[in-house]
């Protein structure tokens, strides 16, 4: 306080998970891997663990609602990232709030879980397209999702390509197109798109057990939105949170004889994650 330094706050809007390997709490402990502040507003509660999600309740828009205005009205919010935003009320809140307060966005469009539970109410894909989606700087879908927001398949190294030039013309904001569920070869690659310009972003796989996967995506965006809180040039920001999911994979912990879950790594695998122009 005495030298004017203060430490980033970064926000994140989305569904709690209940088995703490997604949403919020992936979100948080990502916050606090990058030594940054960590806010939340949860949007829904889910009974979930890696393996299946057995019930969701969403939260009253009010509620939303009055958790964003309590954390933007008092705190410097330096980037918020949104995940898991559930119906159409709660996305045009958000959106809404966002523009008002002039956030700094990573939208993570999460759509459908790991294991097939729909996670957006279908009207509320196209409020996110008119309404959120143009505010953001950055957008992380999987290839899932880039596909209902797209309306093509996207199944070759090309048409990832297309796809994420797509997005950023489409809603001019930066892109991190998930390569997640198309893995080949020995290397994972991710496509981004910024101001216009493509770029491929790999690291190798990891070798772990399917359920250890669980909350990658969460984490890839919390990491982004945190790098870019602390100021670092998006090429930076992009490789930190690409190295930050590779890293907690392949230091995973076990909880168990038959689940391991992915969790911050104690050492920087920047060295491991290639970002070069296509």
């Not at 997604?22 to 509660?45: E, M, P, W």
């Not at 912990?253 to 122009?277: F, G, I, K, N, W």
């Amino acid at each position: 306080m005495k030298n004017d330094v203060f430490l980033p706050a970064v926000l994140t809007v989305a569904g709690s998970d209940s088995g703490g390997g997604a949403g919020i709490q992936a979100d948080l402990r990502t916050f606090h891997a990058f030594q940054v502040y960590g806010c939340s507003v949860i949007t829904a509660v889910t009974s979930q663990n890696p393996d299946e999600v057995r019930r969701v309740d969403i939260l009253p828009v009010e509620s939303v609602r009055t958790q964003l205005e309590s954390v933007l009205d008092a705190i410097p919010v330096g980037f918020a990232k949104t995940g898991m935003l559930a119906d159409l009320a709660t996305v045009e809140c958000v959106a809404a709030l966002a523009e008002k307060y002039q956030l700094q966005l990573v939208v993570d469009p999460v759509m459908i879980s790991t294991s097939g539970t729909k996670l957006l109410e279908d009207r509320a894909i196209k409020a996110m397209q008119e309404k959120l989606f143009p505010l953001a700087k950055w957008l992380t879908p999987n290839i899932p999702e880039a596909e209902t927001i797209c309306g093509r398949k996207l199944d070759t190294p090309d048409a990832l390509a297309v796809g994420a030039m797509m997005l950023y013309e489409r809603y001019k904001c930066n892109c991190i197109l998930k390569s997640g569920h198309a893995i080949s070869g020995s290397r994972v690659t991710d496509i981004v798109c910024y101001e216009g310009k493509l770029f491929s972003l790999s690291s190798p796989i990891a070798d772990v057990a399917g359920n250890t996967t669980h909350g990658t995506g969460c984490s890839l965006s919390s990491a982004l939105a945190a790098n870019l809180a602390i100021g670092k040039s998006w090429k930076d920001a992009v490789i930190a949170a690409k190295a930050f999911v590779y890293g907690s994979l392949c230091e995973n912990v076990r909880l168990s004889h038959t689940l391991c879950q992915m969790y911050p790594p104690e050492r920087e695998y920047l060295d491991q994650v290639v970002c070069e122009a296509i």
